[in-house]
């Protein structure tokens, strides 16, 4: 397996652009997470989903971020409009559970640099 | 609510020598107990976990590390440090089906160890 698959690698925008984030988890695991990971506040969950669902979104700073999974291999995350703030590394992540709350070992992308200037 | 601390920003250690990244964690219920590992520009990989059982857990490239409940400990120690162990060690915890928290990981700040050669 490729493993999670996090594209673009690195993204340059201007204050207020729209960005969008993807993701591939692996496949056949049902849950899938997003953090960024900064300097001075460390690694934050922003929103995990499991098949499919939004479960908890309360890490997500405010409205300007979304977050969508239309299917199992796919996910997005969006900033709009962007802010120098949201200057960070976003990771994705995935697991498999065989039942609920068992075996829940992440699997980290690459991550997405963003820089907003 | 679940917390893991790292009291250490960074460890430095001599090439050959042995190694101990320090972790300790609050939780309700049991816990779940993770130690990933980051490189440069790389995102998480995940070096060894502690569900149940055995207190002394072995992971990856080496490493292991011991779950003391009486502590509320989960130090990742190696008996002899490679200058390519040199990365930054986050280490995290959830709480069991028990417990009351959720099924977040909560990670640690992190800790820089670099190996002197």
């Known amino acids: 397996d490729a493993g999670v698959i996090q594209s673009p690698r690195h993204e340059v925008t201007e204050m207020g652009q729209e960005v969008t984030l993807r993701c591939k988890p692996i496949?056949?695991?049902?849950?899938l997470f997003w953090y960024r990971q900064t300097m001075m506040r460390g690694l934050e969950l922003l929103i995990y989903?499991?098949?499919?669902?939004?479960?908890?979104d309360s890490g997500m700073p405010e409205d300007r971020f979304s977050a969508k999974m239309p299917n199992a291999s796919f996910s997005t995350l969006k900033i709009q409009p962007s802010e120098p703030r949201d200057s960070a590394v976003y990771f994705c992540?995935?697991?498999?559970?065989?039942?609920?709350?068992?075996?829940?070992?992440?699997?980290f992308g690459p991550g997405t640099r963003l820089t907003v200037l | 609510a679940q917390s893991v601390a790292q009291p250490e920003d960074q460890v430095n250690v001599a090439e050959g020598n042995p190694l101990t990244v320090k972790c300790t964690y609050s939780?309700?219920?049991?816990?779940?107990l993770f130690w990933y590992v980051q490189y440069p520009n790389r995102g998480l990989q995940f070096l060894l976990k502690y569900i149940t059982g055995d207190n002394l857990v072995k992971g990856s490239y080496g490493f292991e590390a011991e779950f003391n409940k009486s502590q509320t400990s989960f130090h990742l120690k190696k008996p002899s440090a490679l200058v390519s162990d040199s990365a930054l060690y986050f280490c995290?915890?959830?709480?069991?089906?028990?417990?009351?928290?959720?099924?977040?990981?909560?990670f640690g700040k992190g800790t820089k160890l670099s190996v002197i050669p």
């Open positions: 939780v309700s219920g049991n816990p779940y």
């Open positions: 995290a915890v959830r709480d069991s089906p028990s417990g009351a928290g959720s099924y977040q990981l909560t």
């Open positions: 989903f499991n098949n499919n669902v939004p479960i908890d």
């Open positions: 496949s056949g695991h049902d849950y």
């Open positions: 992540a995935s697991s498999f559970s065989f039942k609920p709350w068992e075996e829940d070992t992440q699997y």
